[in-house]
């Protein structure tokens, strides 16, 4: 993903974290049976180390699968909004405020160390040292990414296009030189898979969701909102019933 010259902007997710936590998708089944399948890890009673974990959007599906999860984010207001939508009981959920590139965890804790939409924000090589750092010898590196896949559909491809235009630091597929994070390269062991699936989703979410973008977060108020405008307009003239079916693809990445 062409993320450089936004990387020193992480925090600016505290800015949309209710945005956030309300309008992005959740991880299609899927990916979490692919998981299970190429890291030989299974989630029920494994100990996940969930690294830009944010408002918990992957910690709570993780935990719903059985794994005990220590999430870390540097972003209060994300983790804030994780640890209020955090359940008492097992299996245990501890938020930890810190820095992907420095976990403040002892070496050999986790059986998984999962990147879900987030590694792509930390250093590419200090932040997969320390994932191996806290790795039990068996365990594995996930890195994901919940992504349009604006070929699939014209209206889609259409919104995507609007966005590059009216968005300086706009990435994605728009973006002619836009590609998936290199994490591949980095792990010893890869295995990647690209997953397919529908999000049905009302068009005020779905703009929602639009908000909680970093590069919206880095625009000026008037020009964000003139931009989701432009996009309900354009959207709801396309379906006035006023629901998507977004087609959209994980790109799922393993090692060790
Ligand atoms: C796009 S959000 C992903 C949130 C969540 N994992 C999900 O699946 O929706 C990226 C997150 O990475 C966090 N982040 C940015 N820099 C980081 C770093 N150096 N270490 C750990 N997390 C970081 C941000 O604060 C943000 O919450």
């Not at 209020?84 to 403040?104: I, K, Q, W």
Request: proline share 7%; hydrophobic share 45%; net charge negative.
């Amino acid at each position: 993903m062409n993320t450089g010259p936004i990387k020193g902007l992480a925090r600016v997710f505290d800015r949309v974290a209710d945005a956030y936590d309300a309008g992005r998708p959740g991880y299609p089944d899927e990916i979490f049976r692919a998981l299970g399948e190429l890291t030989g890890v299974d989630l029920d009673g494994a100990t996940t180390v969930d690294v830009g974990a944010g408002t918990g959007i992957m910690t709570r599906a993780l935990r719903a699968r059985g794994s005990r999860v220590i999430a870390v984010d540097p972003g209060a207001g994300m983790l804030a909004r994780l640890v209020s939508r955090s359940e008492d009981g097992p299996p245990a959920v501890v938020a930890v405020l810190a820095d992907g590139n420095a976990l403040p965890l002892a070496d050999g804790v986790a059986d998984l160390v999962t990147y879900a939409q987030s590694w792509h924000w930390l250093d590419p090589v200090v932040s997969i040292a320390e994932a191996r750092r806290v790795l039990r010898p068996h365990g594995a590196i996930v890195g994901c990414w919940n992504l349009n896949h604006a070929a699939q559909a014209d209206w889609l491809a259409a919104y995507e296009a609007r966005l590059a235009a009216a968005v300086p630091t706009y990435y994605g597929p728009a973006v002619e030189q836009w590609s998936v994070p290199p994490i591949a390269s980095a792990f010893d062991v890869i295995e990647e898979r690209w997953i397919p699936w529908t999000r049905l989703v009302g068009i005020e979410d779905f703009l929602l969701g639009l908000r909680s973008h970093s590069y919206m977060a880095a625009m000026s108020p008037g020009a964000a909102d003139e931009l989701v405008e432009w996009q309900r307009v354009e959207l709801r003239e396309a379906f006035p019933e006023g629901v998507l079916s977004v087609p959209m693809r994980v790109y799922l990445a393993v090692g060790r």
